[in-house]
């Protein structure tokens, strides 16, 4: 079982950066896809950005050359990123970070583990 922890979401300004982080533990996945996501009030969940294990990355249109997804792993550390750039209040959601095995790895993959989620809020 993967446990998936995010932070680092907060109130910014339009126009202004924000850095997720996802810290996965546990029995994490040898070949492990990983991948963001969002959840708007009142809209369904949005994929957001994924990255398989070999380093393939895929971004939604709504934020692709704005958001940039990474990872590091080394010693006990299991860690993902979301650097947000030039933040509009389109993409203020509730983040969640999400984990499969090996396999296909994109955003309409079936992923099975999922973190509880931080809150973004893009003020105009």
Not at 40 to 48: F, H, I, L, T
Not at 95 to 116: E, H, I, T
Request: net charge positive; hydrophobic share 30%.
């Amino acid at each position: 079982q993967v446990q998936l922890v995010e932070s680092g979401g907060g109130s910014v300004q339009a126009g202004g950066s924000l850095r997720l982080s996802c810290d996965a533990s546990g029995s994490t996945y040898d070949s492990m896809c990983m991948a963001w996501f969002r959840q708007a009030p009142g809209k369904e969940r949005e994929g957001v950005a994924s990255r398989s294990n070999f380093g393939i990355i895929k971004y939604s249109d709504s934020v692709k050359g704005r958001f940039t997804i990474s990872h590091y792993r080394g010693g006990d550390k299991n860690t993902l990123y979301l650097q947000m750039n030039s933040l509009e209040p389109n993409d203020t959601a509730t983040y969640y970070c999400a984990a499969k095995g090996s396999g296909d790895c994109y955003l309409g993959s079936r992923f099975v583990s999922w973190g509880q989620g931080t809150q973004v809020t893009v003020s105009s």
